[in-house]
Each structure stands twice: as C-alpha cells, then as structure tokens.
C-alpha cells in the first residue's frame, strides 16, 4: 500500500472548486486535500451536489466546473451504478473488471467474493442476483484494491445490516494501512475511526 | 498576433465588432443577391442549348460552392475548439451547420428544379449530386448531434470531434462517388462539363458567388450573436443589454 | 502502464466483450440467421429474376453488411455506459485508445468478420458468379472493419443521450458510403473481368487510416459521453 | 434587359415556371437565413429581461405559486 | 375500469410514447432524414442507371420500411422493462389489450406514417412512374402498420431475455415477409397498369386481422417477460 | 380511501407460499393476511427472498412459486426500479403514469411533488436529476395514490435522512386513514406504531 502519494501524504487535492448545474450554484469555493488515513464524509441533502462533487474529484467531470483537482495517488471510485453486468457471473465481472486496476488470481477473487458474502454466487449470472447482491459484486473491489485513494459513492446502499458492518471494517482496516477514504452516505457512518464531514453548503471541513 | 488571438475569444467584443460589422455588410449582402439576380434573370442571354432555364445557374453554382466552402470553415472552427479550446470557435462552428445545410438545400432544390427542363427529370444519381446529396446529410447531421445535447458546451465538443472527422472523409466521399459514377457509366445524361462559358455569363455568377460569400458570413456572424447571448447570458455585459434592449 | 499490462487489459476486455455477446455458442448462429433473413427479403422484394439478382448481387450483400452494422454498432457503448462500466473503463489507467480499440475489434469480430465468412453462400443463394467470390468476402472483411471503426465514433458520440437509434445512423451513415462504393466496386470489378486488387488496395488504407484516426476520436467522444 | 416585355420575362419560353419558382425558393431560405437569427436574438433579450425583471423585483403580479 | 377511463388512459400513454420518441418537434427530422439516408444506399450499392433504379423503386422502398420497423420494433418495450415501467403498466387496471395497442400506434405513427407520407418524395427521387405513387403511399401505409403490430409481439417476447437485437429480428422477420410480397405486388401491379386494389384489400384484411390478435399475444408476451 | 377490501378489514392474503430459485429453497409455507391499518416488515438479508415475496403478492410473478394469493383491494407497488423516464419531467412523469391509477390534476402532482421535496424541479428532465431525487419522483405516488394496500420495496433507498421522515409520516398517515402498508428495508423502521415483522427464515409474522 506504497504505491503512489507524495511524501506529505497528500493523496487528493482539490482547490476553489464550484459548480452551477441548471441555474443552481450547487456549491462553490470548496478546497479540500485529502491525506493518507483520513476519512472524510461529504454531507448534504438529496440534490445537494455530492455525486457532482466526487465526480469532478475522480476526474470524470471536466467541464462546466471552476476549480482545479489534482490527484497524486491512484483511486478507485465507485458510483452509483455498480458496473456489474447482468450477463456475466460475479467471478467474470470481477476478473475482466473494466476498471483494469491489475491481474487478480482466482484466488485472490474468491476470497474477495466470499468476504461480501457472495461465497457460493460465483458462477450464478448476476442478473440472478437480488439487489444487495448485485451491489456487493461492485463492493468486493474494496477487497481487491491496491489503490491508496477511494471515493465512494453511497457505497451502503441495499445492503443489509450485517453487510453495512463488515464493510465498514474493510474501511477501518484501509485507513489504518495508510489510505484515504471520501465517502457519501444518507444512512450515519458508525465508525470507530475520526471522521471529518465536509459540509457543501458551508464548504467546509470539520 | 497572440493578442488579436485573444480578442476573439472574447465575446462582448466579439458581440460589438459583429453589430458593427452587420450594420453596413448585411444591407449591402441584401443588395448584391438582388442586383446580382436581377443582372442574371433579365440581362443576360440565355444559353444556347439550354434556353432560359440556364439562369437558374445564378443561384445553384453560388449556393453549391459556398455550402461546400462552409465544411471547411465549420471543421476549422471545430479544430481551434478542440485544439485551443477557444469559445468563440465553439460558437463558429455550431452556427456554420445550419447556413451551410441550407445553402445545400438550395442548391439541392434549384438543381432540381433545372433537371426538370433540361434532363426531364427531377433528379439523377450523378457523381456531383450525390456527394452534395450527403454533404446535405453531414450537415444535417452536425445540426441533429447539437439540438440533442442539453449541455451546449459538451454539444460543441461532440460536433467538434464530429466534423473533424468528417473533414478527413469529405475528400474520400467525393473522389468515392466519381468513381462510383465513372464505374456504372450510365450513358443516359451527361452533365455539359468543361463547356467554356460565355464572359456575358461569367461575370455575373461571380458576382452572385461573391455575394453568396457575403451572406454565409452575415448569416454565421447574425447566428454567432445570439449563441453568444445564450452562452453569455449570466456576466454583467449580457445582463446590461437585456436590460437596455427592454427599455429601448 | 507498461505496455504488455495494456496488451493483457486489451485482451482481458475483448474477451468479456465477446463473451457478452455470445454467451453460449449457440448464439453464434443468430447473426448468421439474421443475415440470411435479411438477403431473402431482397428477391422478394425486387423479383425473382435470376440474371438481375445476379447483376446486383455485390450491392445486396454491401447493403445488408452496412445495415447489420449499422443496427448493432448503437449498442457497442450503451450497455456500459448504462451500468457504470463506461465510467470505470475512463478511469483505468490503460490508454482509452486500445480499450476502444478492443471494444471495436470485439464488434467487427461479431458482425463483419462472421458476415465475410458467410458471405460465400449467400453469393451462391443470390447467383453471383463463382469468380467474383473471393472478392466479395475480401472486401467484406476489409470493409465492415472500417464500418465498425466508423460506427464506434458515433457510438461514442450519442452514447450519453437519452435517445440513441437514429441519431447515432444519421452521424455515420454518411461516412459508410465511401467504404460501401468501393466495397462493392471491388465485387463488380471482379464480376466484370477486371482486377479487384485496386479497389481491395483502397479499402485497406481506409482501414489503416481509421485504425489509427478512429480509435482518438471514439476516446474524445466517451469522455465527452460520460461527462454528461 | 434581355427580354422585350413583362410576359416574356414571366413566360422565358415556357421555362419561366421553373426559373422563377428556383428563385422564390431561394429568397423564402435566405430570408429565413436572416431572419431567424435577429428573431432568435430578440426574443433572447427579452425573455432574459423578464427574468432578470423577476428575480431582482420579487414577485410578479401573476405568479402566486406558493406550497 | 369504465371505458372512457380506458380511452383516457390509452390516450395518455399514446401521448407519453410520442413524447418519449420527439421530445422536441425538431426530432421528427431525424427519421426521415435515416429514411433519406438508407434510400440513398441503393443506388450507391446497385449504381446509378435510372431504369434499375426505377423498377426496383418499390422494392426498395418497401425493403427500407421494412427494416426500419426492424431496427426500431426491439425498443418498443425495452426501456420500460429496464425502468420497471412496464411492471407498473402490468399492474395498472386497465386492460392491457388496449395498453399494447397504445403502444404499438405511437411506434408506427414514428415510423410508418412518417415513411408514408414522406414515400413520394424517395419516390422521385428513385425514379418510380408517378402513376404508381399513389398505390405505393397507400400500400405503405397500411403494410406498416401489419408489421408494427407483428413486431410488438417480437419485442414483447423478447423483452425480458438480457439479449434482444438479433433473436427479434429472428422470431418476426418470416411473418413481415408476406407483407413484403403484397405490399411491392401493389405497387408494381400500378406499375404496369394493372389495378393495385385486390393487393391493397389484403393488405387491409391481414391489419384488421393483425388488429384483433396482435394486441393479445403481445399481452401475454409482456407478462410472461415481466416474471423472468 | 373505502374502495376495495372486504368487510373483515383483510387487504391480502397469502396462504402456504414457498418458492425456490436456482436450486435454493427461499422460503417456504409463508401465509399471511394484511388488515387494514397494519404495518408488516418483510425481514432478511440480502438475497432472503423478500423481493420475490413482494413480487409474488403484488401478482407480478405468476410461475414458479407454490401457494396462493388473493387480492382484496386496490394495490400500489413500487419496486427497486423507480419506473421514471428520464426523458420526461418529473410533472409529466405523474401525470402519464403507466400505472393509470386514475386522473390527477395537475394541482394534485405539483402537491404530491412539493411533498417530496422536488417543487422548483418539476419541469427538469428526469436524467438531470440526482439519484435521491429520481427516487422521490416514485415516492411522490404515495401522495396521489387512493390504493389502500401499498407494497413497498425498500421506499428509503438513496433518500436522505429528513426525506425518510417525511416518509414515514406519510406511512403513518395512511395506516391511520385505514391503509395496509407491507415494506422491505434494510434501514430500521422508526415509525411510532406498531409493527409486525415477517421473517422469512421461520416464515412467522410477530
Ligand atoms: C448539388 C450539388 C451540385 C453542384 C455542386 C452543382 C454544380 C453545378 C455546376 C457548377 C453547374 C454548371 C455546370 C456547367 O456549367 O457546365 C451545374 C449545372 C447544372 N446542375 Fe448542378 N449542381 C449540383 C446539384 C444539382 C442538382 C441536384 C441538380 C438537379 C437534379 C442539378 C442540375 C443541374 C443542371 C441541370 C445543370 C445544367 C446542366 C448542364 O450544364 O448540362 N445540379 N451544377
Ligand atoms: N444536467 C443537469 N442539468 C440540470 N441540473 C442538473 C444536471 N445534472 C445534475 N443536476 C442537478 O445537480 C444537483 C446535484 O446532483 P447530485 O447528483 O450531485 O446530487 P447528490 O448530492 O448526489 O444527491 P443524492 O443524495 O440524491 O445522490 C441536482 O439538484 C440535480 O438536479
Ligand atoms: N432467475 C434466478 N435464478 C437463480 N436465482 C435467482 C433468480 N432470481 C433470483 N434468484 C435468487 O433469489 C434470491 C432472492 O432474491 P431477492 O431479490 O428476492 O432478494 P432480496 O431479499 O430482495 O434481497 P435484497 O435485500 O438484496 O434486495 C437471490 O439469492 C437470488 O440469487
Ligand atoms: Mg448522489
Ligand atoms: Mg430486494
């Protein structure tokens, strides 16, 4: 978990950002720099501009903003959509990940797959799958992972409650190895970890 | 240089040199098609083969030339967009497609209307008619790729990259279609090619090509205002404007 | 990124792109069938006439590859961009311009290469002269790759609108005539005694230049797609 | 003037119909060329007046939407 | 459900889908622009010589309206089952009968009708007697609507399979070809001066047909691709 | 809200459900009645089976499952799917509903989306909105419905915190007027009322 992030252990930086979507200012002036083993919330009500915001900071959105982000780590972001195809199994879709992080071994999925609970859904079509299971398929990257930097995007939802828990030690465990996490969630993170709440309305981090 | 560079991608004074410019070359544009036709239609005499459907040629040749003229000035636009990433060239280009796919429809139309008399028929597959044929369809196709993007700046973008790569194919299409037509070899129609023209002919359809030049840049700079209005329209200068134009 | 790892990414997303396509075997036929289908409706339609199907045999089979190109190639991205895979592909650390490379090639490898191997009795089922066969399937096989290059850049481009299907036919269509002229020029070449070679020549460098032109543009429109 | 009357320049040997028609065709697409952009323009202005109208003096007369 | 609630409901629907298809009046230039398009292939793929062109004219354009309805009848439900529209409309009281027929109308006003009415116009331009236009707008206009019908019971079978496209275009394609062989019989009866009447009779005798009995097997083909 | 339902107040019934996907048994000799003015939570965790068992109530899956189910009134369902066109604006997304429940008027819709919080987004399309707000297009149908039987699946998904209590006290309000709700959520129902719980594992309503 070296790989990448500057001596200071700044993993994200992001400076003077705003955004107007459809006549709306959605925030403005939001600097922030995110370092290793910092867990940051972003807060704010539906239609409040979070997914905006984590999108202009993984680098998706590149106009119609005013600001400046840079990365200095590499990151693994996970939106809304799972990315998941209903086509392939939880193994293929993990395997042939898109996101082209690095060559996992077989092993190396299956026990990312089972620490999700999937552990016997490996080869069943995901479209088979309920709701919080195809999720979960998404979610089992966290596993798999080597990047220092995570943006994730409402990554709770549909999850049960047992699921909620076990994830949130996978995070515990990333921040305590050195890395970053930026995180929105409606429902509250009950980590035994410091947590910093970036607010959009204010712009500021607390 | 760099700074002239610099002042057209500022829009209000983009905006002002545009107003100022329209006020003597628009009444002159008007003008210059109406004596122009005028010379055409009722003073000069009519081709020998053809009779007096030939005056047609004063408005066909010109629209035909400058619609293909305008492809490469909007895929010169959208390379300074994409390269420099310069608004104004953004706003050239969108507003180069709809003149240019109207100036195609005319000479579409008026090429027509001449077939009619002179080949019998409203319209062949000849070389020269098909590629404006799909020059028609590239233009219309800019027009449709921008109307469905809701955020105007990506639409730009998108028909940047889209007539770019249409200014690769542009070439390919036409020597494409000669050899198509010089394949098949119907020997129905031939199009008069390469007959000189009489000087009593020529200069008033340079005249008129000249005067079609004018009005695709009076048509571009009048299309290039409002665009900029619209990308503009929450700064002071836009807003300053509004409020006069209401007063006024 | 070293390059063997982006080879190994290139691979890795051509076999998931194929492996979508044809999840079981079986579904290798349906392209096949669908062709055949589609070759039928022209002696319905046209007549019977053996001599005149024969005649124009070059231009039906041309005309059915564009369509079935055209008709699939709005799905290349859609699906992905639907699912969120489109986004994860721009953020891989590969460069977009192999991965789209791949996603073509996965396309071309499910219509147009299929559609070449085919295309043989489906120029005996219309009558065309045994002679001009090679012809055809090589200007097949050459052309639909063009097509599915071309097809990607307005995939690319319409990808991110709610509304696909016809847009994205009226951006491409124009840039596929070229390809069908001369594709089917190399069969009526062949068909008349003269050599096709000239005509195949064209195609391929048609090919060269959008292997390496299309792939940029394809990238610029997936980011431009994924940003709306 | 090419032509000896007003009937002849109409008529043109029985071509008048479809030169004349090519040229009505022309000027109604230039006319559009011009046009509808300063009437785009226009429009532009006015309804940004009215917005700007709204947002800065309150409510307007007529509006008196309130959930 | 009283009928008049029907009525109401089957008009708002009809209404939503026209929306769903031109969400601005602009877009209504897109279809016929492909129509333009596609007809312009022939005479690139089978040359230029008016004659061919003239007496293939029905043919073609008989063969474009087919594809068209091909290309487009796999969306008729697809995103609405993706939504989770069509569930709801499944659950609604109203009699799905009339649902389905709500939708297929507004997939041919968007295709048939347009092809129709713009037919003249592709009809010069490819040459066809004048004398025939009438019969081929006619025979257009009801054929089409035959196979918007027959190709709503394609996607309502196919709707909840993950892989529509091609086995659409598998399952509907032999039904739309009696069509076909009526609808050019039409027109190249009025080409040669016979009466295109008895072709346009049965034209209108299979819609009627296709009317009664389409609407139900999409019905039930909707509800069996619900439940997958 | 008196159409629909017998006169012993039963809205559903279910008797001896049992149903088995890929070779999983899921549940099985579930019965159960909902009366007017009760609240049931279907209780599992991800992949239990408890969209299966909505599906199977609502009558939208008719094979496959072993049991009975008679309806009684009128029903609303809404799935995991939000059955929003992003094409159309939230206002015209209510009004041409495919579920056809009846005419609303548009004063009628501008209410139901004031209530969820969308008033100054009813002419937006859909796609502009954020994933909270295209959920609470869906939602906005628990204010127009008059269906006195409501079958929820996780209604509280991607819904900011205060949007679930206004929620809940819609709920609250329908099972006062004499409305039968039955819900899925992962979240924990904090409705001051009571609440029966299903469990699929024993198949048992407490
Ligand atoms: C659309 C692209 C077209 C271009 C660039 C174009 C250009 C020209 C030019 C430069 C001439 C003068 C030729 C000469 O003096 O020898 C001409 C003549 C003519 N054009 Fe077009 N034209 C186009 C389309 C059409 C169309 C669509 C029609 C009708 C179907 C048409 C019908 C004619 C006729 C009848 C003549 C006179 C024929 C002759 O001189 O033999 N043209 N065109
Ligand atoms: N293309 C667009 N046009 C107009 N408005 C837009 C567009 N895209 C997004 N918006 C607006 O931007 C706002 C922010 O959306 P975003 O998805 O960032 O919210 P969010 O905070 O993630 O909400 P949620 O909690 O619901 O996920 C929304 O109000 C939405 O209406
Ligand atoms: N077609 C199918 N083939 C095989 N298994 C299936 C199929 N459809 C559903 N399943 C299985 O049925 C189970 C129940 O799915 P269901 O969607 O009902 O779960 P759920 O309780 O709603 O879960 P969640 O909380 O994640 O929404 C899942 O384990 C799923 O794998
Ligand atoms: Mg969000
Ligand atoms: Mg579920």
């Known amino acids: ?39 940051v919330q972003i807060e704010g009500a539906n239609g409040a501009g979070k997914t905006s915001l984590l999108r202009i900071l993984a680098g998706l959105s590149r106009y119609g903003f005013a600001g400046h982000v840079e990365h200095r780590a590499a990151q693994l972001f996970l939106g809304h959509q799972s990315a998941v195809k209903g086509l392939l199994t939880p193994r293929e879709n993990l395997a042939w990940h898109v996101a082209g992080e690095a060559d996992f071994s077989a092993a190396e999925i299956d026990a990312a797959l089972a620490a999700v609970n999937l552990y016997g859904y490996e080869d069943v079509p995901s479209h088979a799958l309920s709701a919080g299971q195809h999720r979960r398929v998404n979610l089992a990257r966290l596993y798999l992972s080597r990047a220092p930097l995570w943006l994730l995007d409402e990554p709770f939802t549909a999850i049960d409650r047992a699921g909620v828990g076990a994830l949130e030690v996978r995070l515990l465990q990333h921040l305590e190895q050195g890395g970053g996490v930026l995180l929105t969630s409606h429902q509250p993170v009950t980590l035994a970890y410091p947590l910093l709440r970036l607010d959009l309305a204010t712009g500021t981090l607390q | ?87 104004m060239a953004d706003i050239a280009m969108r507003a180069c497609a709809p003149i240019g796919a109207a100036l ?145 | 990124m070293t390059p063997a ?13 194929l492996v979508l396509g044809l999840r079981r075997p079986v579904e290798l036929g349906n392209p096949l069938l669908f062709f055949a289908m589609v070759v039928a409706l022209f002696p319905l339609g046209l007549g019977p006439a053996p001599d005149t199907l024969a005649a124009f045999a070059p231009g039906i089979l041309w005309i059915v590859a564009l369509l079935s190109n055209l008709l699939t190639s709005d799905a290349v991205f859609r699906s992905d961009l639907e699912d969120g895979s489109l986004e994860q592909l721009l953020l891989a650390p590969q460069p977009l311009y192999f991965s789209a490379l791949a996603y073509v090639l996965a396309h071309w490898l499910l219509t147009g290469l299929l559609l070449g191997l085919a295309s043989p009795l489906f120029a005996l089922m219309l009558g065309l002269a045994p002679g001009a066969i090679p012809a055809l399937a090589a200007s097949l096989l050459l052309g639909t790759a063009v097509l599915s290059l071309i097809g990607g850049i307005g995939a690319a481009l319409t990808v991110g609108l709610k ?29 008349n005694g003269n050599p096709a070679g000239p005509f195949l020549a064209i195609l391929g460098a048609l090919l060269c230049m959008s292997i390496a032109l299309a792939p940029m543009a394809i990238a610029a429109g997936l980011r431009i797609s994924v940003d709306t | ?57 309150g409510n307007p007369p007529g509006a008196s939407k309130e959930v």
Chains 1, 6 share one sequence.
């Not at chain 2, 010379?39 to 000069?44: A, C, D, N, R």
């Open chain 3, 5 to 17: 790892a982006t080879v190994t990414f290139c691979l890795r997303l051509l076999r998931r792109q």
């Open chain 3, 163 to 191: 509304r696909g299907g016809m847009l994205i036919s009226l951006l491409i269509l124009p840039f596929y005539m070229p390809v069908l002229i001369f594709g089917s020029g190399a069969v009526q070449a062949a068909l």
């Open chain 2, 104 to 248: 195609t429809f005319v000479a579409l139309v008026t090429g027509s209307i001449w077939g009619k008399p002179t080949w019998g028929t409203w319209w062949v597959w000849d070389a020269r008619i098909t590629s404006m044929l799909i020059l028609l369809f590239l233009y219309l196709g800019v027009v449709a790729l921008y109307e469905a993007y809701e955020n105007k700046a990506l639409a730009a973008k998108a028909c940047a990259i889209l007539s770019l790569v249409g200014t690769v194919n542009i070439p390919i299409i036409y020597k494409s279609v000669d050899w198509w037509y010089s394949l098949h070899q119907p020997a129905s129609i031939k199009f008069t090619g390469g007959s000189t023209i009489d000087p009593s002919m020529l200069y008033p359809l340079l005249f008129m090509i000249t005067a079609f030049y004018c009005l695709f840049t009076c048509a571009l700079l009048l299309n290039m205002r409002v665009e900029i209005l619209q990308r503009e329209q929450r700064t002071a200068w836009v807003r300053a404007l509004a409020n006069k134009g209401a007063a006024g």
């Open chain 4, 1 to 57: 003037m090419y032509f000896n009357s007003l009937a002849a320049a109409l008529q043109m040997d029985g071509h008048g119909a479809f030169v004349w028609s090519a040229y009505f065709i022309t000027i109604g697409v230039v006319a559009m060329m011009v046009y509808a952009p300063r009437r785009r323009e226009q429009r532009f202005l006015r309804q940004l007046e009215g917005q700007i109208r709204r947002s800065e003096g």
């Open chain 1, 1 to 39: 978990m070296t790989d990448g992030g500057a001596a200071d252990g700044v993993l994200l930086s992001a400076s003077g950002l705003s955004l107007e979507r459809g006549g709306r200012e959605l925030f403005s002036g939001i600097s922030l720099q995110l370092r290793r083993g910092q867990l």
């Open chain 2, 1 to 87: 240089m760099w700074t002239l560079f610099h002042k057209f991608g500022s829009p209000p004074w983009l905006y002002r040199l545009s107003g100022s410019i329209l006020r003597w070359l628009l009444p002159i544009t008007l003008l210059a098609l109406v004596g122009g036709a005028v010379w055409g239609v009722l003073f000069t005499a009519p081709d020998f083969r053809q009779g007096n459907s030939y005056r047609i040629i004063y408005i066909h040749v010109p629209a035909a030339v400058v619609a293909l003229a305008g492809y490469y000035v909007m895929a010169i636009a959208g390379a300074v967009s994409l390269i420099w990433r310069m608004k």
